[in-house]
C-alpha cells in the first residue's frame, strides 16, 4: 500500500465512504429483518459492534500464529463463539427482546461484514488500526439501521421505541412492518446513497 | 506432515479455549435465563386469573405472591394451576395451559376459567412465532380482552366455543375480532383454542373436582 | 437443567404442507430476508441463478435435516445445545465440502459448469437460517426435510424471477443515476414479496 491511511481515516472510511450496508451491499439480511422496531434494532447493533469489535481485534491478535490453510475456519469459530456469548447474555438480560429477534442474533455469524472485515483488514493489519476499522465499519451499520427504522416504526406502528409519536387517527402503513417495506426502504436508501456518493475508485474492499 | 502436525493442534487450543470460554458465560447465566422463563410463566398465570399484579413488581416478590396463591396439580401429563383468593382457601380460578399449530410455529398460551367451568377468566398467549404487528399481536391486550367472560361449553355438532370474525361483523356473543391483516394466524388460534378448551372441559374438568 | 424436548403440538402440520407453506407463503428470501447477500453483488443472469438454485435446493434439504438429527439426538442428550450454532456451520461446511468432491470426481462437466458456487453456498445466510428456523419451530425428521427443500425451491423461485426481470430491465429501460445494480434489485425485490403476500391465502394450516 502506498498511503498508509491514519487512524482516523480507517474508523471514518466504515461510515460513509465505504459504508458497509450502503456501498458494499453487505449484511443485508438482518437490516432488514429488525427494523421494523427500533428497540430491536438497537440490541442488535450493539450485538453486532460487539461482535465485529472483538473478532477483528482477535484475529489480528493472532494473525502472526494462525497457519494460512486453516485461517478461514478459525475466523468462523471466533466469530460464532462471539455470537454465541452475545446470544446467550441478550437471553439472559433481556428475554423479551430475544425472542423477538429470533434467529437473526445467530445470523449475525454468516453476516458478511464481520467475515469481510476480519479477512481483508484484521489479517493483514495491528490491533488498535482492526479495532477502529471494525469500530468503524459497525457504527456504519448501525447508524443506516437506526435510519431504517426511523421510518418504518412510525410509518408501521405510529411508535417510536414504544413511545406513540403519530397521532391516533394515522392510518399505519401496515407495508412497512412487513417484508416489502424493508426491501423499498433500503432500496431507496441505497439510491439517494448512490447518487450522491458515485463508484469509489481506488479502495475496493471485497 | 509437520505443518499439518501444527494446523490440527493450534484448531484444537484454539476450540479448547472458545469452547471453555462460552461454557463459562452460559455456566454464569443459567440460573438466570432460568429464572426469566419461570417468572414470566408466573406472571401469565396471575394475569390470566386477574389477580393484579404491579407493573415494577420485583422478581421475588412476584415469586412469593405466586407461590401464596397458586398451587400446581398435576393430571396425566399436563400440569393445571389453582388459584385462589387471599384468603388461601376460596377457588380463584383455574389456569389451564394451551397450545397449537400457528401459522408459522407452535404458539403457547394460559387461559383463566372460572371456579365452575362456566366461563373464561382471562387469556394469555406467551410463546409464539407470528409476524411482528399480525399475527403477533394475539399477545395484545385488546385481542385477548375480548375472551373474558366467554361462556364455556362442550362443542356439540360444530358449535364452536367461539369464532373470529372480521372487525365489525360480529352478529353473535361468541363472535370475536379475528386480527385484520392476519387471516391465517386468527383462523389457525380458532382452530386450536377451542378443540383446547373442549378437551379441557370433556377431560380434565371431572378429574380437578375429585382433585380437590 | 431441563432439556426442550420436541413440542407435540407441531407434529399436527402436514411437511407437505409446509413445503408449500416455505416455497410461497413463508419464503425464505421474501419473508425472511434470507440468502440476498450473494446475489446483489453479482450481475450475472438466468442461468447463474438456476445453477445456484439446484445447488441450494440440494444442500438445504439435506443440511436441515441432517442439523435436526444431529440437534436433536446428539446435542441435546449431551446437553451440549448451547454449542449448535458452531455445529450447525461445521456441518453445512463439511456437508458441502463433501458435495464439492463428489461432483469433482464422479461428475467433471456438472462440477465445471456448478462448481464454482458450492463454496458461495457455505456462506449463504439461508442455508443457516433455515437450521435455525428448524430448532425454532421444533419441526421433527421428515417436517425439517420438507422445510428446508421447500426452502430452496423457495429461494430458487425467487432468484429465479429477480434475476428474469433485471436482465428484461437492464436491456429495455435506462435507469436514472443511482438506481442501477443493487438498488433497483431491492426495488425489484420488494414487488416481489409484495405479490407472494397474496399467497397467504393459499395455506391453511389444519
Redesign the interface.
Given at each position: 500500500m502506498p498511503n498508509r491511511p491514519g487512524k482516523k481515516d480507517i474508523f471514518l472510511t466504515g461510515l460513509w465512504k465505504d459504508n458497509p450496508v450502503l456501498r458494499q451491499i453487505l449484511g443485508i439480511c438482518s437490516t432488514l429483518a429488525v427494523t421494523n422496531l427500533m428497540v430491536n434494532t438497537l440490541v442488535m447493533n450493539a450485538g453486532l459492534i460487539f461482535t465485529v469489535c472483538m473478532s477483528s481485534l482477535t484475529v489480528s491478535l493472532l494473525k502472526n500464529y494462525t497457519p494460512m490453510r486453516i485461517r478461514m475456519m478459525v475466523q468462523t469459530l471466533i466469530i460464532a463463539s462471539y455470537v454465541i456469548i452475545v446470544d446467550i447474555l441478550i437471553r439472559a438480560y433481556m428475554p423479551d427482546i430475544s425472542e423477538a429477534l429470533g434467529p437473526y442474533v445467530a445470523l449475525i455469524i454468516t453476516n458478511c461484514i464481520i467475515m469481510g472485515r476480519c479477512e481483508s483488514f484484521a489479517r493483514h493489519n495491528p490491533p488498535v488500526a482492526s479495532l477502529l476499522d471494525g469500530l468503524g465499519m459497525s457504527l456504519g451499520y448501525s447508524l443506516v439501521l437506526i435510519t431504517i427504522a426511523f421510518i418504518r416504526e412510525p410509518l408501521g406502528f405510529g411508535t417510536l421505541l414504544g413511545f406513540r409519536i403519530l397521532p391516533e387517527g394515522f392510518v399505519q402503513w401496515t407495508i412497512m412492518i412487513m417484508a416489502p417495506g424493508a426491501f423499498f426502504t433500503l432500496g431507496f436508501l441505497v439510491w439517494i446513497f448512490k447518487y450522491f456518493q458515485p463508484r469509489n475508485e481506488g479502495k475496493e474492499t471485497k | 506432515m509437520k505443518?499439518q502436525a501444527?494446523?490440527i493442534v493450534?484448531?484444537f487450543l484454539?476450540?479448547l479455549f472458545?469452547?471453555s470460554?462460552?461454557?463459562a458465560?452460559?455456566f454464569l447465566?443459567?440460573a438466570?435465563?432460568?429464572t426469566?422463563?419461570i417468572v414470566?410463566l408466573q406472571r401469565i398465570i396471575l394475569k390470566v386469573l386477574d389477580i393484579p399484579v404491579q407493573e415494577a413488581i420485583s422478581n421475588e416478590n412476584l415469586t412469593r405472591l405466586f407461590t401464596a396463591q397458586i398451587k400446581d396439580i398435576q393430571i396425566g401429563k399436563k400440569t393445571l394451576y389453582i388459584g385462589y383468593e387471599e384468603d388461601r382457601r376460596t377457588i380463584r380460578g383455574y389456569a389451564v395451559p394451551v397450545?397449537?399449530?400457528?401459522?408459522?410455529?407452535?404458539i403457547?398460551g394460559m387461559v383463566g376459567i372460572t371456579p365452575d367451568a362456566k366461563k373464561v377468566l382471562g387469556l394469555a398467549f406467551y410463546?409464539h412465532?407470528e409476524?411482528?404487528?399480525?399475527g403477533g399481536r394475539i399477545t395484545e391486550d385488546w385481542f385477548s380482552d375480548q375472551f373474558k367472560g366467554l361462556p364455556l361449553y362442550p362443542i356439540e355438532g360444530g358449535q364452536n366455543i367461539f369464532f373470529l370474525t372480521p372487525e365489525g361483523t360480529q352478529k353473535r356473543a361468541n363472535e370475536l375480532d379475528a386480527i385484520t391483516?392476519a387471516?391465517?394466524t386468527s383462523?389457525?388460534v380458532e382452530?386450536?383454542l377451542n378443540q383446547e378448551l373442549d378437551f379441557f372441559l370433556r377431560e380434565f374438568w371431572g378429574s380437578i373436582e375429585e382433585k380437590e | 437443567m431441563r432439556a426442550r424436548k420436541q413440542n407435540r403440538t407441531m407434529e399436527q402440520i402436514h411437511p407437505l404442507t409446509l413445503l408449500f407453506a416455505a416455497i410461497f407463503t413463508n419464503n425464505i428470501l421474501l419473508t425472511n430476508f434470507l440468502g440476498l447477500c450473494p446475489f446483489l453483488s453479482m450481475s450475472k443472469g438466468k442461468k447463474t441463478a438456476l445453477g445456484m438454485g439446484a445447488a441450494v435446493v440440494f444442500v438445504m434439504a439435506s443440511t436441515t435435516a441432517l442439523n435436526n438429527l444431529v440437534h436433536y439426538k446428539i446435542l441435546i442428550p449431551l446437553e451440549l445445545e448451547h454449542f449448535r450454532y458452531i455445529v450447525f456451520i461445521v456441518v453445512i461446511a463439511a456437508f458441502v465440502q463433501l458435495v464439492e468432491m463428489t461432483v469433482e470426481r464422479f461428475f467433471p462437466p456438472l462440477y465445471y459448469s456448478l462448481g464454482v458456487f458450492l463454496p458461495l453456498i457455505t456462506v449463504n445466510c439461508a442455508i443457516f437460517g433455515a437450521s435455525l428456523f428448524m430448532v425454532i419451530r421444533e419441526y421433527n425428521f421428515v417436517q425439517s426435510l420438507a422445510y428446508g427443500a421447500g426452502s430452496g425451491i423457495g429461494w430458487m423461485l425467487a432468484i429465479l424471477t429477480i434475476s428474469a426481470i433485471r436482465e428484461k430491465l437492464q436491456k429495455s429501460a435506462k435507469l436514472p443515476r443511482g438506481l442501477e445494480g443493487p438498488a433497483i434489485t431491492l426495488i425489484i425485490t420488494g414487488l416481489l414479496a409484495l405479490a407472494f403476500l397474496a399467497f397467504s391465502g393459499m395455506i391453511r394450516v389444519q
Open positions: - | 505443518k501444527l494446523s493450534y484448531m484454539i476450540t472458545f469452547a470460554l462460552i461454557s458465560v452460559k447465566n443459567e438466570k435465563i432460568e426469566n422463563q414470566k397450545g397449537g399449530p400457528g401459522f408459522w410455529g407452535p403457547e410463546k412465532n409476524t411482528p404487528g399480525l391483516g387471516t391465517n383462523s389457525a382452530v386450536f | -
